[in-house]
């Protein structure tokens, strides 16, 4: 249902029927990990002008991996991540997703 590099890759589906029969199929909810719970990777700085997936390309190498970040440092609104300059964020090395 999902790409491999997803956040959601790996999750389960499950179903809602209607009243009116009609089924609707959706994934599972998604919970961030514990804090701390990857390796610690590196430690960045927040500058004037980062944006989550400039912040992702820049230290992981793909953009769409921004939410690595986000999990992190249990940030719910990547916007959040790089809201305030001078921030120290964490970045974990990626786990293998269940």
Known sequence: MFQSNSRYA???????????????????R??????????????????????????????????????RICDANRVMQPADLTAQPGQRLRIEMPQAQV
């Open 10 to 28: 790996g999750l389960g589906t499950a179903q809602f029927t209607r009243p009116d029969g009609t089924v609707i199929s959706y994934a599972k």
């Open 30 to 67: 998604r919970f961030l990990p514990a804090v701390g719970s990857g390796a610690l990777l590196a430690e960045v700085t927040v500058v004037q002008g980062d944006r989550p997936d400039l912040l992702a390309s820049r230290v992981l190498g793909d953009p769409e991996q921004f939410w």
